[in-house]
């Protein structure tokens, strides 16, 4: 079975511009959470999604936002760029995001901002 | 403002050595935890989960649930040098939130 795919690998924005992110969960996997990582930081949770609906949100600002397709495919997009967005996006999947299901994380999208 | 607590380290064990992670959370009704391992500039890996009080063991690694101490913490025996990384505690709270540690940099020395 295919693990968590995240599109692309790196990027590298200027400030002010805004990005989209792509993550394709495990097959059958309906549960897609993502994550800040800064150097020194711990994961900072963005938002979880489930069947198309935003399930859960942390504390970012609107900037960042996301949505889930019908496919369970997932996207976030941060806009108007700051330079300290520059971080390790990751997206993990599960089958239901509750109770005994661990979270299962692509290889995450490194974004650097200029 | 539920928390998991881990010591940020790092934690430096001798190669052959058992190497010791702790970690403490504060939601009573939490249910569920689990244990990922996180190479430099890698993704987190999931290592162990456990759901129930007492050990539970997987190759080298045991992981170990006292619910009434609020702790879980996991013991890698033998350690090796591949085994160098950060070790991350999750915590599924009582509201199906998972609630994560800061991270534990285990350092093997060979």
């Known amino acids: 079975k295919a693990g968590v795919t995240q599109t692309p690998r790196y990027l590298i924005k200027t400030r002010g511009q805004q990005v989209t992110l792509s993550c394709s969960p495990i097959?059958?996997?309906?549960?897609v959470s993502w994550y800040q990582q800064t150097p020194g930081q711990g994961l900072q949770f963005l938002f979880e999604?489930?069947?198309?609906?935003?399930?859960n949100k942390g504390n970012f600002p609107g900037r960042f936002s996301g949505r889930q397709f019908s496919n369970s495919r997932s996207e976030m997009n941060v806009s108007t760029l700051e330079l300290g967005d520059s971080a390790l996006y990751l997206c993990?999947?599960?089958?239901?995001?509750?109770?005994?299901?661990?979270?299962?994380f692509g290889n995450g999208t490194r974004l650097t901002v200029t | 403002q539920k928390e998991v607590e881990q010591n940020s380290g790092p934690l430096s064990v001798p190669e052959g050595a058992i190497a010791s992670l702790n970690c403490t959370y504060s939601?009573?009704?939490?249910?569920?935890f689990f244990w990922y391992r996180q190479y430099s500039g890698k993704s987190p890996e999931l290592i162990m989960s456990?759901?129930s009080n007492g050990d539970k063991e997987d190759g080298r690694f045991t992981a170990q649930l006292n619910k009434a101490s609020q702790y879980v913490s996991l013991l890698i025996r033998d350690s090796q040098p591949s085994d160098s990384a950060t070790y991350l505690c999750?915590?599924?709270?009582?509201?199906?939130?998972?609630?994560w540690g800061a991270g534990t940099k285990l350092i093997i020395k060979p």
């Open positions: 993990a999947s599960s089958p239901d995001g509750e109770g005994n299901s661990p979270l299962h």
């Open positions: 097959s059958g996997h309906r549960s």
């Open positions: 999604y489930f069947s198309e609906t935003q399930r």
């Open positions: 939601d009573r009704g939490s249910q569920s």
């Open positions: 456990i759901y």
């Open positions: 999750a915590v599924m709270d009582s509201n199906y939130q998972l609630i």
